[in-house]
């Protein structure tokens, strides 16, 4: 089957998507006259940036976001093949009660894997899905945090491309955010319970930590490494850890609310035949809840912004 890569098409949709956003002028400059364009952005605009670039970084946060993320890993086996993994991985909040919050994150994988011994040919479908379910508390104090379980659902098109198994455990996920910084820490381990007779047996481990430095105009340097135990695995195959990071920004299309961020990470442990590096690119498309004054407050701006391009000399 012929090789059908995602890694350039998510690079020209980041490359292209940001430099329509730098192109877009700002709703909120727009809507300031020319007399103060030079002056920062008003307290309101700036504390919604702010409390917008938080929620996006925490993973039990009210807000509904539906990341595309794409995942090359490179140089995998003797033929030092590339292996490319789509996420797309909605997260959808729920109000379950006055002091409860319910946040379901769902991924799920459209995967390019290559035959490891061959130097060309490989399997082109889904991956397995992986929901996780957490239950946090609405009101969070200075330490945020979110339990539930995590599922495996053996929803793959090739064994190559799944596990073969549904599987299930436990997840959490802990954090902090003083500014301007975010930090913490999400785990799961899962092991099978049903599935395909023949297939290998599941217990594997998870842990991504996050450390982001927040700055201005929706910038913010990220660490997001996913390090992973395979216990089935033979003695010096079972862990992947790697290292490295990239850099982000919340910004908006028009009045849509996105954040690109860009990663790369060596992998310091890898199984053999493992990536020694991979490259993370991702969109995220963020669905605030915006309260009554906010959206007063962005009404106006449009019709300023209306009116000036009303009253502005025609260009000659």
């Given at each position: 089957?012929?090789?059908?890569?995602?890694?350039?098409?998510?690079?020209?949709?980041?490359?292209?998507?940001?430099?329509?956003?730098?192109?877009?002028?700002?709703?909120?400059?727009?809507?300031?006259?020319?007399?103060?364009?030079?002056?920062?952005?008003?307290?309101?605009?700036?504390?919604?940036?702010?409390?917008?670039?938080?929620?996006?970084?925490?993973?039990?946060?009210?807000?509904?976001?539906?990341?595309?993320?794409?995942?090359?890993?490179?140089?995998?086996?003797?033929?030092?093949?590339?292996?490319?993994?789509?996420?797309?991985?909605?997260?959808?909040?729920?109000?379950?009660?006055?002091?409860?919050?319910?946040?379901?994150?769902?991924?799920?994988?459209?995967?390019?894997?290559?035959?490891?011994?061959?130097?060309?040919?490989?399997?082109?479908?889904?991956?397995?899905?992986?929901p996780t379910f957490f239950l946090s508390p609405a009101k969070p104090g200075k330490l945020i945090w979110g339990v539930g379980?995590?599922?495996?659902?053996?929803?793959?098109?090739?064994?190559?491309?799944?596990?073969?198994?549904?599987?299930?455990?436990?997840?959490?996920?802990?954090?902090?955010?003083?500014?301007?910084?975010?930090?913490?820490?999400?785990?799961?381990?899962?092991?099978?319970?049903?599935?395909?007779?023949?297939?290998?047996?599941?217990?594997?481990?998870?842990?991504?930590?996050?450390?982001?430095?927040?700055?201005?105009?929706?910038?913010?340097?990220?660490?997001?490494?996913?390090?992973?135990?395979?216990?089935?695995?033979?003695?010096?195959?079972?862990?992947?850890?790697?290292?490295?990071?990239?850099?982000?920004?919340?910004?908006?299309?028009?009045?849509?609310?996105?954040?690109?961020?860009?990663?790369?990470y060596g992998n310091a442990v890898t199984p053999a035949g493992g990536s020694p590096w991979s490259m993370r690119l991702q969109i995220a498309f963020l669905f605030p809840k915006f309260t009554k004054a906010q959206e007063k407050m962005?009404?106006?701006?449009?019709?300023?912004?209306?009116?000036?391009?009303?009253?502005?000399?025609?260009?000659?």
């Amino acid at each position: 089957m012929k090789r059908i890569s995602l890694f350039p098409l998510s690079l020209i949709l980041l490359l292209s998507l940001s430099a329509f956003a730098q192109g877009k002028p700002d709703p909120a400059a727009q809507a300031k006259p020319a007399t103060t364009a030079d002056k920062p952005a008003t307290p309101c605009a700036a504390d919604e940036a702010e409390a917008l670039q938080k929620a996006v970084q925490n993973p039990v946060a009210s807000l509904i976001s539906v990341p595309v993320q794409n995942n090359s890993n490179f140089s995998i086996g003797p033929y030092h093949r590339t292996q490319d993994v789509l996420n797309i991985q909605p997260v959808i909040p729920a109000h379950i009660s006055e002091n409860w919050n319910l946040i379901t994150r769902i991924i799920q994988p459209i995967v390019w894997q290559p035959y490891p011994n061959q130097n060309t040919g490989g399997e082109y479908g889904l991956g397995d899905m992986n929901p996780t379910f957490f239950l946090s508390p609405a009101k969070p104090g200075k330490l945020i945090w979110g339990v539930g379980p995590t599922f495996i659902i053996p929803t793959a098109t090739s064994d190559i491309t799944g596990q073969g198994q549904f599987s299930l455990g436990p997840s959490v996920v802990v954090l902090t955010q003083p500014k301007p910084w975010t930090i913490g820490a999400l785990a799961s381990n899962v092991w099978s319970v049903a599935g395909e007779s023949g297939r290998a047996p599941v217990n594997q481990f998870l842990l991504q930590y996050f450390i982001n430095y927040n700055m201005k105009k929706g910038w913010y340097i990220t660490l997001q490494p996913i390090i992973t135990a395979n216990w089935m695995a033979s003695s010096g195959n079972v862990w992947t850890v790697p290292f490295g990071g990239g850099i982000g920004r919340i910004m908006k299309l028009g009045f849509q609310p996105v954040n690109l961020t860009a990663q790369f990470y060596g992998n310091a442990v890898t199984p053999a035949g493992g990536s020694p590096w991979s490259m993370r690119l991702q969109i995220a498309f963020l669905f605030p809840k915006f309260t009554k004054a906010q959206e007063k407050m962005m009404m106006e701006m449009k019709l300023k912004q209306l009116e000036q391009e009303q009253q502005a000399p025609p260009k000659k």
